[in-house]
DNA sequence: TTTTCTGCAAATGCTTTGCATGGGA
DNA sequence: TCCCATGCAAAGCATTTGCAGAAAA
């Protein structure tokens, strides 16, 4: 069902093609963004890592991340308030639905929205990059527990 | 055609209702932002309310728009890699169609999509509580000068 | 062997906070 | 007069950078 398996193999030969060298750290670090679907923050990431490489550092963990951002490999969702969140299964934009009190974040089925950027981006004679659509609400979790 | 007056009397009331003061500085502060159509940053309002006011400190102008903001009067847009903007025309979630070169930010129309926050929000049992909706491109002038 | 990567620590950029003084109401 | 707001400086947090030593290829 979930094939991270080939979204990690896929992630190693991108980086191959690059010239990247595939270390240890890097491994464990494709590893956990093919098979997180809860988009990970960089310390998320770091905790994760560590329990297999203890001596690994936070700065290793955002330089792989920026190079994986840099290639298009990794979907970067920015806060104002607080770490940024990523998404290494699903790296084109799509919508994502945010709890404001826990901040788990989802990935909902929407459709028919496909078409909207290009079209407003035409429309302002802007050259289409890319999108973002969140929705911030109250999961059913912290709803009850208010 | 654009009635920023009305907008900073909208303002300057909703501060009395709370029994915030109205000091000079606040003031200037809420005229920019009741004016501004171009989503400015907090650097960028301290920049202008230096001109009138040049004794105003940063901290200033971050704690009214932090007041604004929690008053949901001002709309902020945060950024992973650079400082937020914010909208204190149209504080209600709307489209934004941002220039990833200049930082530009447009508000276009968009229609008919209204309804898909809400309905995305109960297909997953959450409570909508706002939504973002922002479109990356280039702007037609930063297009030329590529 | 060559060159890139790692890990540490220091630096950065944006934003918030603490506190003494000043100024609205 | 009484508090709240201001302005300064320091602190805070997420992220980036510089660099010497370690390790891919």
Redesign the interface.
């Known amino acids: 069902m979930d094939d991270w398996q080939a979204r990690l193999e896929e992630l190693v030969s991108k980086l191959r093609e690059r010239d990247y060298r595939i270390t240890p750290q890097r491994l464990a670090i494709l590893k956990i963004l093919a098979v997180s679907d809860n988009h990970p923050s960089v310390e998320q990431v770091y905790e994760q890592i560590r329990r297999e490489f203890p001596t690994t550092s936070l700065a290793t963990v955002y330089k792989t991340i920026a190079t994986l951002k840099e290639m298009g490999e990794v979907l970067?969702?920015?806060?104002?308030?607080c770490a940024?969140r990523y998404d290494g299964k699903r790296p084109k934009p799509h919508?994502h639905?945010i709890?404001?009190k826990c901040r788990t974040i989802?990935d909902?089925d929407?459709k028919n929205?496909e078409s909207?950027?290009l079209h407003?981006?035409q429309?302002?004679?802007?050259?289409?990059?890319?999108?973002?659509?969140?929705?911030?609400?109250?999961?059913?979790r912290c709803?009850s527990e208010e």
């Open positions: 970067e969702l920015g806060f104002a308030d940024s919508t639905l709890c404001v989802l909902p929407v929205l909207v950027p407003v981006a429309q302002a004679g802007f050259r289409l990059v890319s999108h973002r659509f969140d929705i911030y609400g109250l999961c059913p709803q």
